[in-house]
């Protein structure tokens, strides 16, 4: 199906699935998180894809100063409108949102991490992107047991094989009682290459 015959909420869900998990790589001051650079362009590359627009108008500003330890903390607060544009069809979706950053010593730099920090979270929230501080396939490994290797594995494994001489397709079939290696599921992929990058 050609994406202009979707519409705006049907191709919201398919950048979702092309964004997928994100592994939070970053290290702040208390917790992990994810890299901003690799979680724009992830979902702006669907985006662009699905000839979809996002667009941030701010509704309202608050500006105020704290003392805090001898220390001027500028906070600033957004109100703020999130629009999402379908090119095709014209088609739009608001949602409101709101962000706060904080600075100390320089008004503008609170401004800016409140308008960072927020879409960071607006696209992480809206698309619900699961995040993990695990490398990603791992952590499809462990919520999807039963998922089956794709072409791409199989042939993996194909060239694996033809490399040893000791162990053959076989061999594997009969140790995991399935009929072809097209049947085996991600976890004993894993541990296949596991196995045999141990008897080189």
Same mark, same amino acid.
């Given at each position: 199906?050609s994406?202009?015959?979707l519409? !705006?909420?049907?191709?919201?869900? *398919?950048i979702r699935? %092309?964004? #997928? $998990?994100?592994q939070?790589?970053?290290?702040?001051?208390r917790?992990?998180?994810?890299?901003?650079?690799t !979680?724009l362009?992830?979902?702006? *590359?669907a985006m662009? %894809?699905y #000839? $979809?627009l996002l667009q941030?108008q701010?509704l309202?500003?608050?500006n105020t100063?704290?003392?805090?330890?001898?220390?001027?903390?500028?906070?600033?607060?957004?109100?703020?409108?999130?629009?999402?544009h379908d090119?095709?069809?014209?088609?739009?979706?608001?949602c409101l949102w709101?962000?706060?950053g904080k600075n100390?010593g320089?008004?503008?730099?609170?401004?800016?991490?409140?308008?960072?920090y927020?879409e960071?979270y607006f696209?992480?929230?809206f698309f619900?992107?699961p995040?993990?501080?695990e490398?990603?396939?791992f952590?499809k490994q462990?919520?999807?047991?039963d998922?089956?290797?794709?072409d791409?594995?199989?042939a993996?494994?194909?060239?694996?094989?033809?490399?040893k001489?000791s162990?053959?397709?076989?061999?594997?079939?009969?140790?995991?009682?399935?009929?072809?290696?097209?049947h085996l599921?991600?976890?004993?992929?894993?541990?296949?290459l596991?196995?045999l990058?141990?008897?080189?």
């Open positions: 199906m994406t202009k015959q519409n !705006l909420k049907q191709k919201l869900i *398919e699935k %092309e964004i #997928g $998990i994100l939070k790589t970053e290290q702040g001051n917790s992990k998180y994810i890299n901003p650079a !979680l362009l992830r979902v702006t *590359e662009n %894809e #000839g $979809i941030l701010i309202e500003a608050k100063v704290e003392q805090i330890n001898d220390k001027t903390v500028y906070i600033t607060e957004h109100k703020m409108l999130y629009t999402w090119v095709d069809s014209s088609e739009t979706m608001e709101a962000g706060v100390i320089d008004a503008s730099m609170a401004g800016g991490s409140s308008l960072s927020s960071r696209l992480t929230k619900q992107i995040t993990t501080q490398d990603p396939e952590l462990k919520s999807l047991p998922r089956k290797i794709d791409h594995m199989h993996e494994l194909v060239a694996k094989l033809m490399e001489k162990v053959s397709g076989d061999m594997i079939c009969d140790y995991y009682n399935i009929d072809n290696l097209e599921t991600f976890p004993q992929f894993k541990e296949c596991l196995k990058a141990a008897s080189e």
